[in-house]
Nanobody, 127 residues
Framework: QVQLVESGGGLVQAGGSLRLSCKSS????????MGWFRQTPGKEREFVAA????????NYADSVKGRFTISRDNAQSTMYLQMNSLRPEDTAVYYC????????????????????WGQGTQVAVSS
């Protein structure tokens, strides 16, 4: 069956870095667009970044642009999110997701356009 498993979350001080991973199985990873979302209690899931099938195109939320980098390794069926210069407001549960259509625009930010989801990994940034 389809599985997306996030890892790499944890507690870090403001200004620090973390690297999240999303290992996929049960589907053809290289045929799917991948995305990262995050969510805090009481709020809707928020788009963070997306990457197209080959990794040649990426799309970021303004709040993380210049600090976060999304990448993928199709041979390993794994996607990454390198998070630098972390801020307390980056604290959230981070989810990876997969879909088939890449827009390269705000169209990638709609959570309901994604077909598969992971269970999430907690990121906490202390001030």
């Amino acid at each position: 069956q389809v599985q997306l498993v996030e890892s790499g979350g944890g507690l870090v001080q403001a200004g620090g870095s973390l690297r999240l991973s999303c290992k996929s199985s049960g589907y053809t990873f290289s045929s799917y667009v991948m995305g990262w979302f995050r969510q805090t209690p009481g709020k809707e899931r928020e788009f963070v970044a997306a990457i197209n099938w080959s990794g040649s195109r990426t799309n970021y939320a303004d709040s993380v642009k210049g600090r976060f980098t999304i990448s993928r390794d199709n041979a390993q069926s794994t996607m990454y999110l390198q998070m630098n210069s972390l801020r307390p407001e980056d604290t959230a549960v981070y989810y990876c997701a997969a879909k088939t259509v890449y827009y390269g625009s705000s169209g990638d930010s709609y959570a309901n356009s994604y077909d598969y989801w992971g269970q999430g990994t907690q990121v906490a940034v202390s001030s």
